[in-house]
């Protein structure tokens, strides 16, 4: 169960509006701008990082927001949500659902129950952004209202792969009991629409939407590939 009488709709499509300082669209209303843009369009959620985007998007839109900072911690791998006074900001800012680290590094499964009670004291619901099928349970066990595949691929010893982790989507969807999120390495709408077939209550998209300098990176590799190619014939 969510708390707050916050849900999200089914099979429906979740845009990341996210911008780090050393991005260009860092700042601003850009967010909030890309926020109106998805829901336009039919997204059911928004996801994004930072109080001042939260707020922004707070008042632009009136769809669910899955919050999160990220925050470098000296010495730590763990930089999303990584403690009580992040959850807090979220959810003052007008997240309803708090996206955190749910993997198991550095104690972390031991140390966030902490982080989810404290969500659940203040209204909200959590997402837990977790690796792998055990982080996934143990996170269910834990107190997370929403599971997602977020950190695949970026922990060690999960798979490290181009495509989307579908199979961990499968493995999620037979085992637990709360909602799965697909999220991760999804550029096209076909991977899209794969994360549900593979069972995906929810699929995120970020990247291929948001984050114009990496959409026009893969454009621009893709155009030196061929004309290297061409200068070789």
């Known amino acids: 169960m969510t708390q707050a009488n916050v849900t999200i709709q089914p099979k429906g499509l979740i845009v990341s509006c996210q911008a780090l300082e050393h991005e260009p669209l860092h700042g ?3 967010m909030a701008k890309m926020a109106v843009a998805a829901k336009s369009v039919g997204a059911v959620a928004i996801r994004t990082n930072g109080v001042n985007d939260i707020r922004r998007i707070r008042e632009a839109v009136d769809l669910p927001i899955i919050g999160l900072i990220k925050r470098d911690m000296p010495g730590s ?3 999303i949500t990584p403690t009580v006074d992040e959850v807090t900001a979220i959810v003052e800012a007008g997240a309803g659902i ?5 993997t198991d590094r550095e104690g972390r499964l031991d140390t966030v129950r902490e982080l989810i009670d404290c969500a659940h004291r203040l209204g909200a619901a959590v997402m837990a952004d977790v690796s792998t099928f055990e982080e996934g349970v143990a996170a269910e066990k834990l107190g997370a209202d929403y599971v997602g595949t977020t950190l695949s ?3 060690p010893y999960s798979p490290q792969q181009e495509e989307p982790d579908f199979e961990l989507v499968r493995k ?3 085992a637990l009991q709360v909602p799965v999120v697909a999220e991760g ?8 629409a794969e994360a549900l077939e593979a069972g995906a209550d929810v699929v995120v ?3 291929a939407i948001t984050r114009p300098q990496l959409i026009a990176e893969r454009f621009a590799k893709a155009v030196a590939a061929a004309a290297g190619k061409e200068e070789k014939q």
């Open 77 to 79: 791998a763990v930089f």
């Open 28 to 30: 601003g209303d850009t």
């Open 172 to 174: 999620l969807k037979a």
């Open 153 to 155: 691929g970026y922990t």
């Open 98 to 102: 708090v996206a955190m680290d749910v």
């Open 185 to 192: 390495r999804i550029w096209t709408p076909q991977q899209a």
């Open 205 to 207: 998209v970020g990247s």
